[in-house]
């Protein structure tokens, strides 16, 4: 198979790579900065044939034409944007500069819609096209109280996501997932959250790879396949 991962150069997203590339798949891994990451140099020099990296921001309005231009002729049977920004510690809201807002929003939910929706004629029918999202982006649950606005941003993402799905009269030939990855140990989630990455990685693998065999859909589940209120 072949897969594309936005957003690879550490944490969840390099896990992800790592556990494709274990099972014999190709992987295009975006990064900012992929000659700046030990574990993407690591993972190339571990996988020499199936792993590529394009050094490109997910925000860039020309990235999925370059990644096009990496990815050749070959299909794509799943794509997982990963990429994203936290909301910067902020006492209030109301802090937050118009610019930061804008970014926060572009990157997580705008941005990400845009790649995939111009990425979709490429992906198989049978594949999926997963989002790393957020349980804060329940609007249900209202868990993002201490940022508001990354928990908007995530909703923001689902919204659009559930739109797509309904824009195509739910009939895209691929699943379309919003992931919930769970409280990592991430340079995001913090020392003391409850998972580790690679606890994570082997969850959302396992998920997607489900929701793909099980055929097109549009789900908001988290790591377990546990279904989460929109």
């Known amino acids: 198979m072949h897969i594309l991962i936005a957003g690879?150069?550490?944490?969840?997203?390099?896990?992800?790579?790592?556990?494709?590339?274990?099972?014999?798949?190709?992987?295009?891994?975006?990064?900012?900065?992929?000659?700046?990451?030990e574990g993407l140099a690591a993972l190339a020099r571990r996988y020499p044939g199936t792993l590529r990296t394009l050094a490109a921001d997910i925000?860039?309005?020309d990235v999925a034409e370059r990644?096009?231009?990496?990815?050749?002729?070959?299909?794509?049977?799943?794509v997982i944007v990963n990429a994203g920004i936290s909301q910067p510690k902020l006492d209030s809201l109301y802090d937050l500069s118009d610019a930061d807002a804008a970014r926060l929003f572009v990157t997580n939910a705008v941005?990400?819609?845009?790649?995939?929706?111009?990425?979709?004629?490429?992906?198989?029918k049978g594949g999926a096209v997963?989002?790393?999202?957020?349980q804060m982006g329940s609007v249900e649950l209202a868990l993002s109280a201490r940022i508001p606005l990354y928990g908007a941003s995530k909703a923001a993402l689902n919204s659009l996501m559930r739109n797509w799905w309904a824009e195509?009269?739910?009939?895209?030939?691929?699943?379309?997932?919003?992931?919930?990855?769970?409280?990592v140990r991430t340079d995001m989630g913090g020392s003391g959250a409850d998972l580790s990455v690679d606890e994570s990685a082997d969850g959302l693998v396992t998920t997607i790879e489900h929701h793909a065999?099980?055929?097109?859909?549009?789900?908001?589940?988290?790591?377990?396949?546990?279904?989460?209120?929109?």
């Open 67 to 78: 990644l096009l231009a990496v990815q050749g002729d070959a299909l794509l049977d799943r």
């Open 111 to 124: 941005a990400p819609l845009r790649l995939a929706r111009s990425l979709a004629p490429r992906v198989v």
């Open 8 to 37: 690879a150069s550490r944490g969840i997203g390099l896990a992800l790579a790592d556990r494709y590339l274990a099972q014999g798949h190709h992987v295009l891994a975006l990064a900012r900065q992929p000659e700046q990451s």
């Open 213 to 230: 065999q099980a055929g097109s859909d549009c789900v908001f589940v988290d790591y377990r396949n546990e279904t989460l209120a929109w």
């Open 59 to 61: 925000t860039d309005r």
């Open 168 to 183: 195509e009269d739910k009939a895209l030939p691929f699943a379309l997932l919003a992931l919930h990855p769970g409280w």
């Open 130 to 134: 997963a989002f790393l999202s957020s």
